[in-house]
């Protein structure tokens, strides 16, 4: 399945670098297995692919762990292996999916501003989630123990990283926080891999294996500083357009580039790309990959030509 996806993502990208191309046709509709409200003028839709879809507009509800307080999906929750929040959902609830083991892929809206309380602790097999630009705060426990995940981006647009946030996150490797001034609530485990009880001393200590990407003189230096975790500025991981790292600049990293923006922008999959090759190749410096980058790194492979 994993190639079958690498597959279409490579030919679309080629299609689009190469020739101009129409919208792309929209998948078959899968039927509803259930489905209901999640807020004031919010619903929610389950389908026998084991998606979930929030549309509306505003908030959802908050919810808790605890039998009767549980989000209405809750006796599907190891059903469900994407959550898709479309645009005019505006907050994502505390404890909206906890315990989702099957949960794959999250597609937020840039409508959304706050992810809420432990909104999707113990999701272990999540491996990625894009937080869209908008997104101001990222609550207590918001990705607590989601032991698959290796990569998180959090925009310019985030002020606020609370408590365990992202703790107990063992396959973190990559961590990057664009706004310089952003709140990170101070201890060791905000943001950590694994961590362990202490019974003699009454501590839990924490393990930082991963490596956090910010600006220098940031409060992310700050705190990698503070709590021993490897530190890159990001002024240092610069846009040279070698996507691939082989020393050269040319169509394949183009075409890399173009891969990035149809998984993540067009088939909504998530990245493909680690955190230095997206700097590499986020040529116009605006912290995501559009169809600009690949095109300014084809205009740099013409230029050595010359």
């Known amino acids: 399945m994993k190639l079958f996806q690498k597959i279409s993502v490579t030919a679309t990208a080629a299609m689009m670098l190469f020739a101009a191309s129409g919208d792309l046709p929209l998948s078959t509709a899968v039927s509803a297995i259930s489905s209901g409200s999640c807020g004031q003028d919010l619903s929610w839709t389950l389908d026998a692919a084991g998606t979930l879809t929030i549309s509306g507009e505003g ?15 809750a006796d599907y929750s190891h059903e469900i292996e994407r959550v898709v ?29 706050r992810i809420g309380r432990y909104a999707f602790d113990n999701c272990s097999a999540l491996t990625e989630v894009q937080i869209p630009q908008g997104v101001s ?32 996150c063992i396959g973190l490797v990559d961590f990057v926080i664009l706004n310089p001034s952003c709140t ?56 040279t357009g070698d996507v691939n790292s082989d020393g050269a600049v040319d169509t394949i990293d183009a075409i890399c ?46 230029t050595s030509l010359q």
């Open 59 to 73: 908030a959802m509800e908050d919810y808790y762990y605890e039998e009767g307080y549980a989000s209405p999906w």
């Open 85 to 113: 929040v479309e645009d005019g959902v505006t907050c994502i609830g505390d404890w909206a999916f906890p315990s989702c083991g099957s949960l794959t892929e999250v597609i937020l809206s840039d409508t959304v501003s």
């Open 137 to 168: 705060g990222i609550d207590v426990g918001a990705f607590y123990q989601c032991s698959s995940l290796t990569s998180v981006a959090l925009p310019a647009s985030v002020t606020n990283i609370a408590l365990s946030a992202f703790t107990g």
């Open 184 to 239: 990170i609530f101070d201890a060791s485990g905000t943001i950590s891999n694994q961590y362990a009880y202490q019974p003699e001393s009454g501590t839990t200590e924490y393990d930082h294996t991963y490596t956090l990407y910010g600006y220098a003189d940031s409060t992310a230096q700050a705190y990698a500083e503070k709590y021993d975790v490897a530190f890159v500025a990001i002024e240092s991981v610069s846009a």
């Open 257 to 302: 580039a173009l891969e990035e923006y149809v998984a993540v922008s067009i088939m909504e999959q998530g990245s493909v790309l680690n955190v230095p090759q997206r700097f590499a190749a986020d040529m116009d410096g605006d912290g995501k990959i559009s169809t600009i980058d690949p095109q300014e790194i084809l205009a740099l492979y013409a």
